[in-house]
């Protein structure tokens, strides 16, 4: 009788070891699978000018890192003329088993794959003022953090000087610089003059018109001069920022200061695809500015400096610009998909 016990007894506790191996496989194939994809978004942060054995090394390390058992592959790397780029990647593992070996099998293989695809992302962006106005001096700066840093820098300023002249909207001088390190280089200048006359007949091309509670009327021109002659504006190089943020500068506003990626204040932003068509930054939002300048093509901003409450429309703004983007590979994680 006890033999037959026995006999019976093997095929269960064989069903079990098996089923306890094929729990572990099971455990270690979903460890691996999320060790691999950390490991391959992290590749696609490295210059496109890494060797492809340097972005291999790099991925075993990733992987290694993240818990991964066995060895990490890459298998493809592919950067298009347009910046867009899918990389491709295995792992696999002999994954040693225990109630298996009673079967003489010693190993099971277990193997993971992993692929990731980024779009052209922003790389530069060229900012060109186009009109500022109000009473109040104001300075807006571009800031960014470089990858592996902690703090921002500024990029860009554009500084506005109230002329004084006192008519109802005001105008005056805005100069635009970049920023590289300790060195300021001004790249624009839009000075506005204004003067009262008795009617606005035979206006300038351009001419900004206004008329007071008293009937009195006020004409204003604005002449740009751009450093070369030739030159766009401030043209800023992003492509090793991995943050960017604007922020707006009122001592007389409140309040004082106004951040694209402050929640509260960035309602007074407007983006938008025409210089009519700017809707405001909805109140509790964050503005990326990686999405918000259009990739090839003109886009505009503008933002109401404190002097009136808001959500208004974009007619209350006080500064106003453009903004160009150009759009290639980027090495933000963020701009990296699993399609695998």
């Known amino acids: 009788m ?3 016990m026995v006999l019976l007894t093997i095929p269960l506790v064989t069903a079990v ?20 994809d950390a490991a391959i978004i992290s590749i696609t942060t490295l210059p496109t ?17 993240n818990s991964g058992q066995g060895t990490a592959t890459l298998t493809s790397v592919n950067v298009a003329a347009d910046g867009s780029a899918t990389f491709g990647a295995t792992a696999s593992y002999p994954m040693p088993t225990n109630f298996m070996q009673i079967a003489r099998i010693n190993t099971v293989q277990v193997g993971v794959a992993s692929a990731v695809r980024k779009t052209p992302a922003l790389v530069q962006s060229t900012f060109k003022v186009t009109k500022v106005s109000g009473y109040w001096n104001k300075t807006m700066y571009l800031y ?25 909207k005001g105008y005056g001088t805005t100069t635009v610089s970049t920023i590289n390190g300790s060195t300021s280089t001004v790249v624009q200048q839009q000075a506005c003059t204004t003067k009262t006359v008795k009617n606005f007949n035979s206006l300038p091309t351009g001419a900004i018109t206004q008329t007071d509670s008293n009937g009195k009327r006020y004409v204003t021109t604005c002449a740009d001069t751009f450093y070369p002659a030739n030159g766009a ?34 309602n007074r932003l407007y983006i938008g695809n025409s210089d009519t068509n700017m809707p405001e930054v909805a109140t509790g939002q964050t503005v990326n500015i990686f999405t918000a300048v259009p990739c090839g093509q003109t ?32 090495q933000r994680a963020s701009q990296t998909v699993l399609t695998q």
């Not at 070891?17 to 060790?35: E, I």
């Not at 953090?145 to 860009?156: E, H, I, N, Q, S």
């Not at 503008?302 to 106003?320: H, I, K, L, M, Q």
């Open 2 to 4: 006890m033999p037959m």
């Open 17 to 36: 070891g098996f089923s306890v191996d094929y729990t572990s496989a099971v455990t270690t194939r979903s460890d691996m699978q999320n060790a691999l």
């Open 49 to 65: 000018t890494t060797a492809f054995a340097d972005r291999q090394t790099s991925l075993q390390q990733a992987y290694v890192a």
């Open 144 to 168: 960014g953090t470089r990858f592996g840093d902690t703090v921002a820098k500024p990029l860009m300023t554009i500084s506005y000087t109230y002329n004084g002249f006192g008519d109802p």
């Open 233 to 266: 504006g401030a043209v800023i190089d992003v492509s090793q920022m991995d943050q960017l943020y604007l922020e707006m500068d009122v001592p007389s506003g409140n309040p004082k200061v106004l951040k694209s990626n402050d929640p509260s204040t960035s």
């Open 299 to 330: 886009g505009y901003q503008a933002w109401e400096d404190g002097g009136n409450p808001v959500p208004a429309d974009v007619s209350n703004a006080d500064f106003f610009y453009t903004t160009t983007g150009k759009c290639d590979f980027n």
